[in-house]
């Protein structure tokens, strides 16, 4: 990250959706780093529907592939709060539903701007 870039909003509250501990550790402490105040992690869809239900967020991260499931149910649960959400993938996946198409994704691999850069596109940055 460049000094001259803007930080994120400070204290801001994420939700992020991983099933690969070492990607979910990595993008934590990237949003971390960029100021974001508390990160919650969920490895499953049940553990991130459940988080999404008891706790406040500013914004979420969704793995699109959580193992064997998707994380469809929580995306249209957060859009039903109005909690902004973006999509992580390895892959360019056809699992996004049409009525989720159009939030902002970030590819596997990642690095830190692409995770400001996501980060940004979901809370309506420029």
């Known amino acids: 990250m460049q ?3 803007p930080a994120l909003p400070a204290g801001l509250r994420i ?4 099933d690969e501990v ?3 550790l990595d993008c934590e402490a990237m949003l971390l780093g960029l100021g974001v105040g508390e990160v919650r992690r969920a490895r499953t869809l049940a553990e991130g529907l459940s988080l999404v239900e008891s706790e406040p967020f500013d914004a979420a991260i969704l793995d699109v592939r959580l193992g064997s499931e998707d ?4 995306a249209r649960r957060l859009a039903e709060l109005a909690i902004p959400f973006g999509f992580v993938s390895g892959l ?8 989720l198409k159009g939030r902002p ?3 596997k ?3 830190l701007e692409e995770v400001k850069r996501l980060i940004s596109a979901v809370l309506g940055a420029p």
């Open 3 to 5: 000094g001259n870039e």
């Open 15 to 18: 939700l992020l959706v991983e």
């Open 22 to 24: 070492l990607i979910a």
């Open 71 to 74: 994380s469809m149910p929580l």
């Open 92 to 99: 360019v996946d056809e699992a996004i539903p049409v009525e």
């Open 105 to 107: 994704q970030m590819p």
């Open 109 to 111: 691999p990642f690095n």
